[in-house]
């Protein structure tokens, strides 16, 4: 079972607000990434990272912005948010050319 | 460029019957991995099973299968016994085996298992 988590499991927000998605794994995965979901929709890779000190933007444009300071820990920064950023944030880790385990997601409302 | 084709937006069947659903790739590659991914209501994605392309033999998980047909770059998962469990999104995806370790993600099924 994977061991990946991510708070909080549900937001709620006005605009403009800066917020901080937290996604933590304990299985020393070097390789971590963020997915942006619409409600029964695909996924949109947004963030990734293969290591520490290693960020990368993914096929979809965002506005967020991410850091890897530690191998355990992967967190998603929204500067100022709006409507638009209403979605579900998925985020996953992996070893090399393994399976990506994913945490239970952060569903993201902004007013 | 890679792709993943799901053609089926949606499928529903009784319970305890069997359900195939589909999934096409498009790749030059010819070491890669496949994956069926299980996301439930409560939204957790769950790995199903998984296939490299470098096996001839397809991968079973219990009431799961495939059905990994290289030539024709497809890649069906059968779920046997269906249970209302398994009412879930089911995703289709791909990634190369060197270098790029991202996945190539299908538009998902939805699969309603009725009672």
């Known amino acids: 079972e994977a061991d990946i988590y991510q708070t909080p499991r549900y937001l709620v927000i006005g605009t403009g607000k800066k917020i901080t998605l937290e996604c933590s794994q304990t299985?020393?995965?070097?390789?971590m990434y963020w997915y942006q979901q619409d409600p029964g929709m695909e996924l949109h890779l947004i963030h990734y990272?293969?290591?520490?000190?290693?960020?990368e933007k993914g096929d979809l444009s965002s506005e967020s912005t991410v850091s890897r300071i530690r191998t355990e820990h992967f967190p998603l920064t929204l500067e100022s948010a709006r409507p638009s950023h209403t979605s579900q944030y998925l985020c996953?880790?992996?070893?090399?050319?393994?399976?990506?385990?994913f945490g239970p997601g952060t569903r993201l409302t902004v007013l | 460029a890679q792709t993943v084709t799901q053609s089926q937006p949606e499928m529903s069947v009784q319970e305890a019957e069997t359900v195939t659903l589909s999934c096409t790739y498009d790749?030059?590659?010819?070491?890669?991995?496949l994956f069926w991914y299980k996301q439930p209501p409560s939204r957790q994605m769950i790995l199903v099973i998984r296939?490299?392309?470098?096996k001839q033999q397809n991968a079973t998980e219990n009431r799961f299968s495939v059905n990994f047909q290289k030539a024709a770059k497809s890649f069906s998962l059968k779920i046997s016994d269906s249970q209302l469990g398994d009412t879930a999104m089911y995703f289709c995806?791909?990634?190369?085996?060197?270098?790029?370790?991202?996945?190539?993600w299908g538009a998902g099924t939805k699969l309603i298992i009725k009672p």
């Open positions: 995806a791909f990634m190369i085996g060197w270098g790029n370790y991202q996945l190539i």
């Open positions: 790749t030059s590659e010819s070491n890669y991995y």
């Open positions: 296939q490299e392309a470098y």
């Open positions: 996953a880790s992996s070893e090399s050319g393994g399976t990506q385990y």
């Open positions: 990272s293969y290591g520490v000190n290693s960020t």
């Open positions: 299985m020393g995965h070097d390789k």
